[in-house]
């Protein structure tokens, strides 16, 4: 069975409350509940949200070291500034996705460049929830 970790960034805890317009009304316990209604029979998952960029990247090297199979990462503001988030998923050598729930190239210019996104095999964006499901079916079937 593989072990996929789903990692969520800053403010993504605020998910069904902080601006449902762009994000939904879903939480990120709904999310969670999803996923494992979905692929829990498929494969380990483990969840892990942090609004502090130094316990994603503590949480990566654990995963690493766990020997995780697959990483999808939402590492919402931290995508756009965070070189040490990159850098933290190049040293990994994790298949990982980056996940954006809204489609970041319809927002803010500054939303439209990811530090990270060159650290992962595949970027989705613009989904919403199913970006999650997507991401997992795809580490599944690699």
């Given at each position: ?79 756009h500034t965070s ?60």
């Amino acid at each position: 069975m593989k072990k996929i970790a789903i990692l969520n960034g800053p403010n993504l805890d605020r998910l069904g409350k902080r601006e449902p317009e762009i994000y939904g009304r879903a939480t990120l316990a709904d999310l969670e509940a999803a996923l494992r209604a979905e692929f829990g029979a498929a494969a380990q998952l483990e969840f892990f949200q942090s609004n502090h960029e130094g316990a994603l990247i503590d949480k990566i090297a654990a995963l690493t070291d766990a020997k995780f199979n697959g990483l999808v990462i939402n590492g919402g503001a931290f995508t756009h500034t965070s070189v040490a988030l990159r850098d933290a998923l190049l040293g990994a050598h994790l298949p990982t996705i980056e996940v954006h729930i809204s489609n970041i190239y319809k927002r803010e210019e500054f939303r439209h460049k990811s530090l990270t996104a060159p650290a992962c095999i595949a970027v989705i964006t613009g989904l919403g929830l199913e970006g999650y499901h997507a991401a997992i079916r795809f580490l599944l079937k690699s």
